[in-house]
């Protein structure tokens, strides 16, 4: 939580300005758990509610939330007309239990989408990702009561085709001159080849399993000499299909922006089952596997876990397993390995090196060409469950 009160100069324009910063709650669980231990994220209602009561106490006559927290919607006629947006967004929800008047304006981030809509009376503006486009929300203000009087939130406004209110948008020179040798390395590495030859799309979307999941999960797999199983986060670790042609590192930037790293540890067979039970349990994505097919089962009111490496043969809960995964599940991200991880951590048995890197190789040793339904075994899935998420025997 971070916030800031208004200049002692008088604010601008003569206008006293508080600002309040907030990240989601899902923060500390989207990035490399070790990085933030003895953190904790305070409920978003309850603390802007208070910092905006201290805010106005201080003088401020404009009280604004930037978050690090958004939204979704789809069409942007008419800001008042929430009928294409997620009503459950966090966000929203947190516009819609804010006391009346308290908040003027949101700035929202994180989902990456659009947003330029009023909840509550509240204008919220969030713009695309990539620099795309920016928000803009008007607040009308009284000049002599220093109160706002209007409120209006705009739909994102893109920079393409490059003009503004019919003026024209233009890089700085000066910036331009700085990061133009970068950009231009970045460019040149972006367009270098892979290898390979998709001919279909690879996407993301798919249930229980994913093509794509399973090619990066392949890949990790056959980057680390020895293991027996791979797990990747499929659904928030990959953030873009792979689209169908010669295949681009740029292309593959896209979909594995992070810089996590392909490592490897030890679990006990027991441990792989105690995994796979917490993920059929959950509601959303499946973790994706490679390696590896789970089956599980209802007996008498009771899941039954299978599992089964590749070759058939049956994983015992006495074996010992080399899994490959990423660093940030390793170290806690997005709980998937939480209730099997060790007091102290994992033993990091091998580091393959960045995941991006690793996948790009393994594109490069295959060649030729692709297609997405050779991804995807429909006569031998990965996983087997015995109805929708989450699993319940009751």
């Known amino acids: 939580m971070a916030e800031r009160d208004a200049d002692d100069d008088g604010g601008v324009g003569g206008v006293r300005v508080g600002i309040i910063g907030v990240v989601t709650l899902g923060a500390l669980s989207a990035t490399i758990a070790s990085n933030t231990n003895g953190l904790r994220i305070a409920p978003l209602v309850e603390t802007i509610e208070a910092e905006g009561l201290r805010l106005r106490a201080a003088g401020a006559d404009v009280v604004i939330v930037t978050a690090h927290a958004g939204g979704r919607c789809a069409a942007f006629d008419n800001p008042a007309d929430l009928s294409s ?32 809509h009023q909840v509550s009376g509240i204008p919220i503006t969030e713009a695309n990702s990539g620099g795309r486009s920016f928000g803009r929300i008007d607040l009308e203000i009284d000049r002599v009561t220093k109160r706002v009087v209007s409120r209006t939130s705009f739909a994102p406004l893109d920079l393409v085709p ?13 910036i331009a001159a700085v990061i133009g040798p970068a950009i231009e390395g970045a460019r040149v590495l972006k367009a270098s080849a892979v290898g390979i030859t998709l001919e279909t799309p690879i996407r993301r979307a798919g249930a229980p399993e994913s093509p794509l999941g399973n090619l990066f999960t392949d890949a ?28 681009t590192y740029g292309s593959l930037f896209e979909v594995m ?131 929708p998420q989450p699993v319940s025997c009751r």
């Open 162 to 174: 490059g003009t503004y209110e019919g003026a024209p948008v233009v890089s700085d020179p000066e």
């Open 257 to 387: 922006p992070f810089e996590n790293r392909v490592i490897a540890f030890y679990l006990s067979g027991a441990g792989v089952r105690q995994v796979v039970l917490a993920q059929a349990a959950r509601r959303g994505a499946l973790v994706g596997m490679s390696g590896l097919g789970v089956r599980v089962t209802c007996e008498s009111g009771v899941p039954i876990v299978v599992l089964a490496r590749r070759d058939g043969s049956a994983i015992r809960d006495d074996d010992r397993v080399l899994v490959a995964t990423t660093d940030f599940l390793a170290m806690g991200g997005d709980g998937v390995f939480t209730a099997v991880t060790p007091p102290d951590g994992f033993t990091i048995e091998r580091d393959a090196g960045t995941a991006r890197d690793v996948v790009a190789a393994w594109f490069k040793a295959r060649g030729g060409s692709l297609r997405e339904e050779q991804l995807v075994d429909a006569a031998n899935l990965r996983w087997t469950l015995p109805g």
């Open 85 to 116: 947006c997620d009503q459950n967004a966090e966000m929203f929800v947190v516009a819609r239990a804010l006391p009346a008047g308290l908040v003027d304006a949101i700035v929202a981030g994180h989902s990456h989408a659009p947003v330029g």
């Open 220 to 247: 990790y797999l056959a980057a680390v000499p020895g293991a027996e199983v791979a797990f990747n986060n499929t659904s928030g670790g990959l953030r873009a299909d792979l689209p169908a042609g010669p295949l």
